[in-house]
């Protein structure tokens, strides 16, 4: 599974690399970090997902996130147990307000998650980004609205509806070439 994943990032940073010397293209990604305690259980998740897209034009985008979270479970004395899960989440984007630095946006789209938790999401998130340059951007997102079955980020079993919990809050940079 570690080889699969290595495998896939290096592909996806060569494609990237290879697709930036066009206009409209963009990489970037979100790190994150996560710890739960929750009566004897304690959690904690490291995930790093890199992203790259293309924007049409000052409304809509495509992107891929492929991210990779590194998770230990441990209850009680007991040892700990890893949790390593791999995801494909591709979305559109359409960026419904600007002004000045200021975009407002919503990404609609699904991910798949595979490894120690699989499952999959379909619906939309809200988000903003801050431009810092013309080509420097920061984001932030939060909250989903939309259908889980299994996803790794939210637990077992499956429905539908809003979503608005801090381990949804993620931020991130991107780079327009």
């Known amino acids: 599974m570690k080889k699969i994943l290595i495998m896939a990032m290096f592909a996806m940073a060569f494609t990237s690399i290879q697709m930036a010397s066009a206009q409209g293209w963009w990489i970037g990604g979100k790190l994150g970090y996560w710890h ?36 230990s479970v441990k209850v009680g004395d007991a040892d700990s147990q890893s949790e390593n899960v791999f995801v494909i989440a591709p979305y559109a ?38 431009s810092i340059t013309d080509h420097f951007s920061f984001l932030t997102s939060v ?15 499956s429905g539908f509806g809003v979503r608005l919990a801090s381990s949804d809050l993620k931020f991130g940079f991107y780079y327009s070439f």
């Open 36 to 71: 739960d305690k929750s009566g004897d259980t304690k959690t904690n998740t490291f995930s790093i997902a890199p992203e790259a897209g293309y924007d049409f034009n000052k409304h809509w985008s495509v992107g891929a996130a492929f991210g990779f979270d590194l998770g």
């Open 93 to 130: 984007r359409y960026k419904y307000y600007q002004t000045g630095i200021l975009t407002l946006f919503v990404d609609g789209g699904f991910g798949i998650a595979v490894g120690d938790r699989d499952g999959f999401q379909v619906g939309v998130t809200p988000g903003l980004a801050l």
């Open 143 to 157: 909250g989903f609205f939309g259908y889980k079955k299994d996803y790794y980020n939210g637990g077992n079993g």
